[in-house]
């Protein structure tokens, strides 16, 4: 790469976004239970790109006598939304009615100029290179979808609420046959303990200060990006054989298309008792996305690599509990504490046949790939394994290491059994202490960072087992068959030492060879040796805060309210992974987009102190 003194002061890398954003409301109350309103709004930018190289660099060797490059993207989005509603009392009952009507217009306008080896020196003008080392492309992307909706609000009391929606898209990027879909929605809830209290029945000094019950069932559709139907064309270039013309892009266009939808249920229970020192919520949620709109990579004697297609049905179902109280609540003493759990399972099914396993993310650390298995994991990691035997010895090949078996298989889970919180408020007076740790039980993470550092010899686990003695055991192939044609093994047993030398099918080997080769070639390709369940308890914040008492601040005239505060962050930290498990947290990594489950040397969390003084005048 260049000096960075000289991509300072010879290259340059420049934009600007020119933006204009609205909105425009009117609303009128026909009656005192009507009223009309219609809003609209329009975001738009213009951002303009300008780079800069220098002739002399050593980024491409075409761009020797310099290249320069002006790209402008305009941005237009424009909403509007007419909408009605009436809310009316009928005795015990109150009933809203909500319809409307809403437009999203979408236009994107992309311009890409570039040109390079330039004949003047110095001179970076379009004007100042050959025709054959300039590229002009122009891009243009509009996408409209037209809804109607409605919902109806009802409750009896404040103690039996209904509610039901409905919804109806038109878009842009769907086929005509298609491009229409509706999706509604049910949902209830009942406040027993009210109901209860007004019957007679329950006390309202009882234990149980409230209760609902609540449940809910929607339907959701979903369009995809525009001209996901057509296949597209490169622009005319030269190909093999220097034929010049125009073909067609990787990705095949599918004229069948249909929306996505997503079907989902929600049951729950909210109860509180003793006046509400004490709170329990729970939920029990299933969701199942199908005719999702993917487009997974395919056979490439197709003609194509990808295609959007409708496969698969996505099922998750999980349950989330919460709990919490005030167990101490004296004068000057209270003592807050919640504990919040949430478990999911997700699952693949349906997928077109011989597709048993999906790669809907580019993610891959060494053999091993984050993928989705039809039926199984959705979150799975696929990755490669030793060939073993019925009774689960390994196959040892010729060489002396474990042999590999042929494909990719699930070896993984990247989902947690459960994760959860416990937050802890302590305040005395005007103290306050405060304590928050989170939790985590299972869910595979794959430790890049330990392959690479046992790959590179840079690792403490390569410095140790350098110059332990190596044991391989195993099965080796008797070369004779059972009655059944089943292979006969024999039992395997070898020991290597780093400062003796073996013959090893002929070959002489010094131990410290084959003590290097197993754990840098044999050991990887047992996807599973650098795999963690992970188990992982983390102090995540503590902080102290007083409060000045008002009766000092008051003598100063000037200052009404006044507090002191000291927190840290990720404090401690228990786990079975060797590392910080929440570097494999995040949603994107060096290895690809949804890098979860997977931690190639990234950095611990970060701890943290703060102190703080807060003054109100």
């Excluded at 100029?113 to 300039?134: C, H, I, S, T």
């Excluded at 070959?507 to 992970?534: D, F, P, W």
């Excluded at 995540?540 to 008492?549: A, M």
């Amino acid at each position: 790469s260049d000096n960075p003194y000289w991509i300072i002061n010879k290259n340059s890398l420049t934009d600007e976004t020119e933006r204009f954003t609205g909105s425009f409301s009117i609303k009128a109350d026909i009656t005192d239970w009507w009223w009309v309103s219609y809003r609209m709004g329009i975001d738009s930018y213009t951002s303009d790109y300008h780079n800069r190289i220098a002739p002399g660099g050593v980024v491409k060797r075409e761009w020797q006598n310099g290249m320069m490059s002006d790209n402008t993207r305009k941005y237009e989005y424009l909403t509007t939304n007419l909408m009605m509603n009436f809310n009316k009392q009928f005795g015990d009952f109150n009933v809203n009615l909500m319809l409307g009507t809403s437009t999203d217009k979408t236009d994107v306008k992309t311009t890409n100029r570039m040109a390079w080896n330039f004949q003047v020196d110095n001179v970076l003008a379009y004007g100042n290179a050959p025709e054959a080392n300039k590229k002009f492309a122009y891009n243009l992307s509009s996408k409209r979808l037209v809804s109607v909706f409605g919902e109806l609000r009802a409750d009896w009391k404040n103690t039996i609420f209904a509610t039901v929606t409905g919804r109806n898209d038109w878009t842009s990027t769907l086929p005509i046959e298609n491009r229409s879909y509706f999706y509604p929605s049910v949902s209830g809830a009942i406040v027993f303990s009210q109901f209860l209290q007004d019957q007679g029945i329950l006390d309202r000094d009882a234990v149980l200060s409230f209760g609902k019950i609540r449940a809910s069932w929607a339907r959701v559709g979903k369009d995809t990006s525009p001209y996901e139907t057509n296949t597209a064309l490169w622009p005319v270039g030269t190909f093999l054989n220097g034929m010049t013309g125009i073909g067609n892009s990787w990705t095949r266009g599918n004229p069948g298309l249909k929306p996505e939808t997503t079907q989902s249920t929600e049951y729950g229970i909210e109860l509180r008792f003793f006046k509400n020192r004490l709170k329990l919520d729970y939920a029990y949620y299933t969701n199942d996305s199908y005719d999702q709109i993917i487009s997974p990579r395919g056979a490439q004697s197709t003609g194509y690599i990808f295609c959007s297609v409708n496969v698969g049905n996505v099922l998750n179902k999980g349950m989330e509990l919460s709990i919490s109280g005030t167990p101490i609540e004296t004068k000057d003493w209270t003592w807050e504490t919640g504990i919040n759990m949430a478990g999911n399972r997700g699952k693949l099914e349906n997928l077109p046949k011989g597709m048993d396993i999906m790669y809907v993310t580019d993610v891959q650390y060494g053999n091993a790939q984050a993928a989705s298995y039809s039926p199984g994991a959705f979150m799975g990691i696929s990755g490669s394994r030793w060939q073993r035997t019925d009774d689960g010895r390994v196959i040892i090949g010729k060489d002396g290491m474990p042999k590999v078996e042929s494909g990719t298989f699930c070896v993984g889970n990247r989902e947690p059994k459960f994760t959860g919180g416990w937050n802890n408020t302590l305040t005395w007076k005007d103290w306050s202490f405060n304590m928050l740790w989170e939790f985590r039980v299972g869910g595979h993470v794959y430790n890049n960072t330990a392959r690479t550092m046992m790959s590179a010899g840079t690792s403490e686990f390569s410095a140790d087992v350098r110059d332990q003695v190596l044991v391989i055991d195993g099965a080796v192939d008797s070369g004779t068959k059972d009655a059944e044609g089943n292979t006969i093994y024999n039992d395997y047993h070898a020991e290597y030492e780093a400062g003796k030398t073996y013959v090893i099918d002929g070959i002489e080997k010094s131990g410290y060879k084959i003590i290097q080769s197993y754990y840098t070639g044999a050991y990887a390709s047992e996807t599973a040796n650098y795999l963690t369940k992970v188990n992982s308890l983390r102090l995540r914040s503590l902080s102290l805060s007083y409060n000045l008492p008002k009766a000092f601040l008051a003598k100063t005239k000037v200052i009404k309210r006044a507090s002191v505060q000291a927190s840290a962050t990720n404090v401690l930290l228990f786990t079975n992974y060797k590392g910080d498990p929440e570097a494999a947290a995040s949603g994107s990594g060096v290895g690809g987009s949804s890098s979860v489950g997977f931690e190639s040397c990234g950095v611990p969390s970060t701890a943290g102190f703060t102190f703080g003084v807060n003054l109100t005048f």
